[in-house]
């Protein structure tokens, strides 16, 4: 891999990881147009996962901070309360990681399956946009469990994280500003635990993925960056509620990828 193919990936990953347009399903595409084969290679995939994760940590830092001095007050109060409901929306997807990783896995490289998911996100989407505003104040335990399947089922490349969670969140008449923060801390838990795993197993491991150190460099530096942008104006453009673009684009992209892929 060279670094200029790192750092097309890595922004695509940054980029994708917030937008509701599938990372997934983009690096799919990209690897495809790249003939990039990246599927294999855990380290170049943790390193740009765990640059999306700073992002959002810098992004959300003062949210983070605030919860973590709740929690450690050791109160029920609404922080560990929020706090519980994220760990709530982590077991869906932690069930389908440990369970069905393999099964999941074997769903990438196929083309046809990302178009169709695609389509799928830009329903969600159209139908979040549509859906008539009633504004709950805050997400409930049984909100945050379904969200949190949405999260489980968005594992299928091209049905994409953010756009299925705050979907799904706007649907069950959750405020829009809320699903999206809860949305993107939500995704902490599933990466940070998926990394730490791949670290314990020793499957990240530099000196045997085969790429050197400028194109892993390159591809986390592209992957924090983009991630930072993606996920300050997503934040905004979801109080805006101006999903129905990533709707169309979805559409169109999926449409492409099922006629060319």
Not at 139 to 152: E, M, P, R, Y
Not at 171 to 190: C, D, H, Q, W, Y
Request: aromatic share 10%; net charge neutral; glycine share 8%.
């Amino acid at each position: 891999m060279s670094w200029l193919e790192a750092l097309i990936l890595g922004m695509v990953q940054g980029l994708t990881e917030f937008l509701p347009v599938s990372s997934s399903g983009h690096l799919e595409i990209g690897k495809a147009l790249l003939g990039v084969e990246i599927k294999d290679n855990l380290t170049f995939t943790v390193t740009v996962h765990v640059a999306t994760v700073l992002s959002t940590i810098v992004v959300l830092r003062g949210e983070i901070a605030k919860l973590l001095q709740s929690l450690f007050k050791f109160a029920w109060n609404d922080e560990t309360r929020f706090i519980a409901k994220l760990l709530l929306s982590a077991i869906p997807v932690g069930i389908v990681g440990v369970f069905f990783k393999d099964e999941a896995e074997s769903l990438f490289n196929n083309l046809t399956i990302v178009g169709v998911m695609l389509l799928v996100t830009a329903t969600l989407l159209f139908f979040a946009y549509c859906a008539k505003p009633r504004k709950k104040e805050k997400i409930s335990f049984v909100d945050a469990l379904i969200i949190g399947i949405a999260q489980a089922v968005a594992v299928f490349p091209g049905l994409s994280r953010s756009g299925a969670t705050i979907s799904t969140g706007i649907l069950l008449g959750n405020r829009k500003e809320t699903v999206a923060e809860f949305s993107f801390l939500m995704v902490l838990i599933p990466i940070l635990g998926e990394c730490a795993l791949d670290l314990i197993h020793g499957s990240f491991s530099a000196e045997s993925s085969g790429i050197a150190a400028l194109p892993l460099l390159t591809g986390f530096i592209a992957a924090f960056v983009s991630g930072f942008v993606a996920c300050s104006w997503m934040l905004n453009l979801v109080k805006r509620g101006k999903l129905i673009w990533f709707a169309v684009y979805c559409a169109f992209v999926g449409t492409i990828t099922l006629i060319f892929g």
